[in-house]
């Protein structure tokens, strides 16, 4: 779309080049101050008018009264990873406000509340002084309501500044409040209100706008958690034990709705169990009994919740109990930065509890791939009967995601190797634990069944499933448990692979990170000239294409969110050491999804790349 | 299947036609004379006489001597012996499954009282549909003797250390936090015992037994209050069980005023003896209070001491299907496409 000069624009400059479909907005507010309705409103109008869109909440562990902020990316190109620089600030929290403003880049916009008096702090962007109290008391008559409506004024004021269509607004606003009558009418008292003021009394000086487009045709925006809940309903789970934990609860929270609505017999019986546990030891434990009695059996969690699961998750490895894990992965432990995304557990949980474990992990990048890939969790955990960690993070699970409508599961879902008359007559002698296919994969029978029985314990038991201390017996037994992660490396989901030809940068990564790596490798090639090979993993075990993608370039930049390059680390203990000499890392671990401007800058330093003289005509905006 | 077999002249069938064969295990490696051997060997017969299909039943266990015992019972059944403390996870999760099995589970007093005290209360709380067993000698057998919350305040080790904490009760525990069937029994009672685990049998929802079951090798010494001579001097058992089956039907005399009748879930009868008039087994508070008089002295009560036959189990509160979850088939579980598409255009 538009070009514009990246040189600082002054408040008192004339209006520069408009800039169409490319910023993004950050609301800030106090947390539980109901700003939310007026976020997605605003996003969802955006939205509707055919711009890409993305919605980011970076809020805080409590329940009301500190800072949140909410970040709404349009993008006419499709980018919807988190932007590093703001470009039009909202700003409602007496508390941040300042600090917000003076860490704007020159140029940028402000609306404000206008007793804040920010229009002092600098000259060098746009501000915006709104009478929030003055308009809200004008049009809400009950004071107790005000603080609820309050936030839809800002709305009303950017659909003007911003030319966001007034009635997508008011569409938006009664999807999202249904049948509330009374509070749709408030607040689009509201809208109209911010809106009239803004004709009346504001002068537009930024350069941001947005226009229709056609790019958002026929998608969806929906959470992470939710269009997993939904994978899991399609999946057929029958066992579902959790523990509240953010950002995980809104998974299991979203899938008792969906079970309570097609999930019952017409004489009102559930064809499922979902219970809330005492803790995740808990869960897990009622998921590895669910799995081994025969039920597709789930929890989700998060880090902490993955660490107090450790123990079962060696007991079902060993045991061979299948299972669905939903870790939603977040930063560290206990209080701190629980409400924060990260890519921290994927070293732990690839080999979680004690002894030689490898579990399977599918890690997804998509609310597309969240639906996806809980179907192929279930269908891997009964295929290699083995706990199946699904690798979401917070900024997918929580956050709103646009994407294609989701594909109805053409196939039926796959129940594994249990053992039944045919396969018992056909291989003669059963024993739990034998070999008997040549993949590392055993026949298990199922409590109940008219198959025979066997006794179940953790690693000491010969083929037969019998007690056994026996070191050959043991040796064996773990060597098949290798191959039969080996059979998992050609059925877990692989790769996606973007090949350069000629290209000596190659680029791994997995997850959210892929939508700033999208966007990098975009600015690598407009601001450097650089072309780059991509390669994001889905799964691991890892599968041969990775091996062939290190191959073909020189240098690999393994871009991850943790401190630690987590993910490398699984590689060196896979890959040879002539291919581990090639990787790099670009690792972002402040607790803020990812953004493309880290990884190009990341990438930058360490390439020691030089800016071309014209850097700046370069830069397409 | 063994199970199938046509019985051999002469030999013993229950009522649904098995030998004793599926009902035994394998070969015990527990000391000789340890309690917990004769409580395996209760087990067999209760389900034996009772005719229980061992192909329909789990057996569960945590970690500990107590926790090897389900491989010396019901060889013909599904069995897990899971980690330490954490059985009833595992027992509700299968249930939960499969309402259908009928579910056995054996602790220990530390796999119970100590590490796995947090799941005990919460079985307990969801009346889950599961018979659980402790195995109560008041000590670590496996890790060499070491106190276990059940350790009575003065009672000492075999080193002479004696213990100063306050023992965990775990049958007040049961009742109060909601099991439905609470009993103590004595791995030497063989009648009582037998009796208890037949009514478990026909009971739903959770029956917690606590059987004192001394240890042999650590724990039957003077100063002991697990030892065998401690517990058959101190038992005070609430009076003859006389249990009667809902198979068999026959009535019993007995004189009204001294016998309290209770009905179970499956149509079975139990008819308990009353140790004092004011004693009613169905009765929350008289159960808690006969617990605390009965420690205050020093004796165990024990018998049935309380039965709720009424109470909705965890699989009833759940409303699941009468099928077993575990082998729904695809078109039960999976919704039609217009549950997509109602998804996706309410995301629209």
């Given at each position: 779309m538009s070009v514009m000069s990246s040189s600082p624009r002054g408040a008192d400059q004339a209006t520069p080049a408009r800039v169409v479909n490319d910023l993004s907005i950050q609301v800030a507010t106090v947390n539980g101050s109901g700003s939310q309705t007026a976020n997605l409103v605003l996003l969802r109008s955006i939205f509707q008018m055919g711009v890409p869109v993305s919605g980011k909440n970076m809020f805080p562990?409590?329940?009301?009264g500190l800072p949140t902020w909410y970040t709404i990316r349009a993008n006419h190109k499709g980018y919807v990873g988190r932007k590093k620089e703001v470009d039009f600030l909202v700003a409602m929290n007496p508390e941040t406000a300042r600090e917000d403003v003076l860490t704007l880049a020159p140029g940028s916009a402000v609306l404000y509340d206008e007793p804040l008096k920010l229009n002092t702090l600098r000259d060098d962007v746009v501000f915006y002084p709104v009478p929030f109290d003055k308009l809200v008391a004008e049009v809400c008559k009950d004071a107790k309501l005000r603080r609820l409506v309050k936030n839809m004024i800002y709305d009303g004021v950017l659909s003007k500044l911003l030319n966001v269509d007034l009635g997508q607004m008011e569409h938006a606003l009664r999807k999202q409040m249904g049948k509330k009558l009374k509070a749709i009418e408030l607040n689009l008292a509201a809208l109209e209100a911010g809106a009239a003021y803004t004709a009346e009394h504001l002068t537009k000086q930024d350069p941001y706008w947005i226009e229709p487009m056609e790019?958002?045709?026929?998608m969806i925006l929906v959470e992470g958690n939710e269009a997993a809940a939904f994978g899991c309903m399609m999946a057929g789970v029958t066992v579902c034990a959790w523990y509240p934990i953010t950002p995980s609860s809104s998974l299991p929270e979203t899938l008792i709705q969906l079970l309570k609505k097609y999930r019952h017999d017409s004489d009102g019986k559930a064809t499922y169990a979902i219970i809330q546990a005492e803790d995740e030891i808990a869960s897990i434990g009622m998921v590895v009994g669910a799995g081994w009695a025969g039920a597709r059996a789930m929890t989700s969690t998060s880090g902490p919740g993955i660490s107090l699961m450790a123990e079962f998750a060696g007991l079902a490895y060993y045991a061979e109990v299948p299972g669905v894990v939903f870790d939603i992965q977040r930063v560290g432990?206990?209080?701190?930065?629980?409400t924060r995304t990260a890519q921290g557990d994927i070293l732990s949980t690839a080999l979680l509890s004690h002894g030689d474990t490898k579990q399977i992990m599918l890690i997804p990048a998509s609310v597309e791939e969240c639906y996806a890939m809980a179907m192929d969790a279930f269908d891997l955990a009964e295929r290699f009967q083995c706990l199946v960690f699904v690798m979401s993070d917070l900024d997918l699970a929580m956050n709103t995601w646009m994407s294609q409508t989701f594909q109805y599961p053409e196939r039926p879902i796959d129940r594994g190797k249990v053992l039944d008359a045919e396969t018992l007559a056909r291989i003669g002698e059963w024993g739990r634990y034998k070999d008997i296919d040549r993949d590392g994969i055993p026949y298990r029978t199922i409590p109940g069944s008219d198959m025979p029985a066997y006794f179940t314990r953790g690693s000491g038991h010969n083929e037969k499933g019998q007690y056994s201390e026996r070191p050959d017996d043991y040796v064996n037994n773990m060597d098949r448990l290798r191959r039969k992660f080996d059979t998992a490396r050609q059925h877990v989901p692989g790769p996606e692979i973007v090949h350069e030809n000629g290209a000596e940068i190659g680029i791994i990564g997995y997850g959210t990170s892929h939508w700033a790596i999208e966007e990098s490798r975009e600015q690598l090639e407009g601001e450097f000239g650089i072309r780059t090979g991509y390669l994001r993993l889905r799964a691991y075990p890892f599968t041969p294409e990775l091996d062939e993608f290190i191959d073909r370039y020189q240098r690999i930049y393994v871009v991850e969110q943790n401190r630690d390059a987590q993910m490398l680390g699984l590689m060196r203990l896979d890959c040879t050491p002539g291919r581990v000499a090639r990787l790099r890392s670009v690792l972002h671990y402040s607790g803020l999804p990812i953004d493309a401007r880290s990884v190009t800058d990341s990438i930058e330093e360490q390439e020691g790349l030089k800016r071309p003289h014209h850097a700046d005509a370069l830069v397409a905006r | 299947m063994t199970t199938t077999a046509t019985p051999e002249p002469g030999k013993k069938i229950n009522r649904i036609g098995l030998e004793m064969a599926p009902y035994r295990g394998g070969k015990t490696t527990l000391c000789a004379g340890c309690g917990h051997n004769a409580i395996s060997e209760r087990i067999i017969d209760a389900f034996f006489e009772m005719g229980v299909d061992p192909r329909g039943v789990i057996k569960l266990s945590g970690i500990g001597c107590s926790s090897k015992s389900p491989a010396y019972f019901l060889g013909s059944a599904h069995g897990f012996n899971t980690v330490h403390g954490r059985m009833p996870s595992v027992g509700t999760g299968a249930v939960l499954a499969n309402r259908k099995l009928i579910a056995i589970g054996v602790s220990g007093d530390g796999d119970t009282g100590a590490i796995g005290i947090g799941q005990f209360v919460h079985l307990m709380r969801r009346n889950v549909p599961l018979i659980y067993i402790i195995e109560d000698n008041g000590c670590y057998g496996l890790t060499k003797g070491q106190f276990s919350p059940t350790a009575d305040i003065g009672s000492t080790t075999k080193g002479g250390t004696p213990n100063e904490l306050q023992p965990i009760d775990t049958c007040s525990l049961a009742i109060d936090l909601g099991a439905s069937f609470v009993a103590r029994s004595f791995s030497g009672d063989k009648k009582q015992l037998l009796s208890i685990l037949k009514a478990a049998l026909s009971h739903r929802g959770t029956c917690m037994i606590d059987v004192l079951s001394p240890c042999v090798t650590f724990n039957d010494h003077q100063g002991s209050t697990k030892s065998y001579a401690y517990v058959k001097e101190h038992e005070e058992a609430l009076g003859e069980i006389n249990f009667v089956p809902y198979f068999d039907d026959i009535s019993i005399d007995y004189e009204p005023g001294t016998t309290t009748e209770v009905k179970l879930h499956d149509g079975s009868r139990l008819y308990l003896k009353k140790?004092?008039?004011?004693?009613?087994?169905?009765d929350k508070h008289a159960a808690l209070r006969l617990l605390q008089e009965t420690d205050k002295r020093g004796e165990f009560a024990t018998g049935i001491l309380y039965v709720a036959p009424g109470k909705q189990d965890l699989v009833d509160l759940l409303n699941i299907v009468d099928e077993p979850l575990a082998t729904l088939s695809l078109s039960r579980v999976r919704p039609p496409k217009s549950a997509l598409d109602e998804f996706m255009e309410a995301h629209r």
């Open positions: 562990s409590n329940i009301a790019k958002t045709r026929g432990p206990s209080t701190g930065l629980p | 140790v004092s008039e004011d004693y009613n087994p169905t």
